[in-house]
């Protein structure tokens, strides 16, 4: 069992540049979503999905695009990427989204990225 | 709105020595509460978690932690450090929201543990 599985672990951009983080999971968890981890400040939540075709923002969101469109994937888009973008990025999942809060949540490896 | 405070960034100890890692939080509701550890490269792995069962909690690698509503405390410990052990650990807090969009987890800022042989 693979679990979460993110790409790439690690990444340099120039500013202005798009990319996509990509993040897949194989344990069929409705729920997926992606943090921003920066020194100092634990992990932040950017976007998350209950779903199949349904996506939300969580509390740091802007520059940053998602989208849901199987069970398995969740890739997170940087449009124009920024030097305050540089971060390390988790995707996790979970059974649902109250599992994620009582029983356990799951995390990739992360992408560590550097916008230069 | 509901915070999670970790008291220490960095704590060393000697490998056979106690651990202890402090964690307070504040929630509105009663909440539930985890502790992740995160080693070098990898993704972050639950160490143990309360959900209002038994205030002390067992969790993988002989960690445990109390729970201890008076004190809006649930601090790590370990009775004897393993160099394995080297690693960050992040304090979570839950605030088990009935929302369709589901639980919101609230991060702490890590402690990082180094074990001296």
């Known amino acids: 069992n693979a679990g979460v599985t993110q790409t790439p672990k690690f990444q340099v951009l120039k500013t202005g540049q798009s990319m996509t983080l990509q993040c897949a999971q194989d344990?069929?968890?409705?729920?997926m979503s992606w943090y921003r981890q920066d020194p100092g400040m634990g992990l932040r939540l950017i976007h998350y999905?209950?779903?199949?075709?349904?996506?939300d923002q969580g509390e740091v969101p802007n520059g940053y695009n998602v989208s849901r469109s199987t069970t398995e994937d969740f890739p997170l888009r940087l449009l124009s990427a920024a030097p305050s973008q540089t971060s390390v990025y988790f995707c996790?999942?979970?059974?649902?989204?109250?599992?994620?809060?009582?029983?356990?949540?799951?995390f990739g490896q992360g992408t560590r990225l550097t916008v230069v | 709105a509901q915070s999670v405070t970790q008291l220490d960034s960095h704590v060393s100890v000697s490998e056979g020595t106690p651990v202890l890692l402090r964690c307070n939080y504040s929630?509105?509701?009663?909440?539930?509460l985890f502790w992740y550890v995160q080693h070098p490269n990898k993704g972050l792995q639950l160490l143990l978690k309360?959900?209002?069962?038994?205030?002390l909690v067992k969790g993988i690698n002989g960690f445990e932690a109390e729970f201890k509503k008076s004190e809006t405390s649930f601090h790590l410990t370990k009775p004897s450090a393993h160099m394995s052990d080297a690693a960050e650990y992040f304090c979570?807090?839950?605030?088990?929201?009935?929302?369709?969009?589901?639980?919101?987890?609230?991060f702490g800022t890590g402690t990082r543990l180094a074990v001296r042989p």
């Open positions: 996790a999942s979970s059974y649902g989204p109250w599992d994620f809060g009582r029983r356990e949540a799951f």
């Open positions: 929630s509105s509701y009663s909440p539930s």
């Open positions: 344990m069929n968890h409705e729920y």
């Open positions: 999905s209950v779903g199949a075709g349904i996506t």
């Open positions: 309360y959900t209002s069962a038994a205030t």
């Open positions: 979570v807090v839950s605030d088990l929201s009935k929302k369709s969009s589901g639980d919101k987890l609230t």
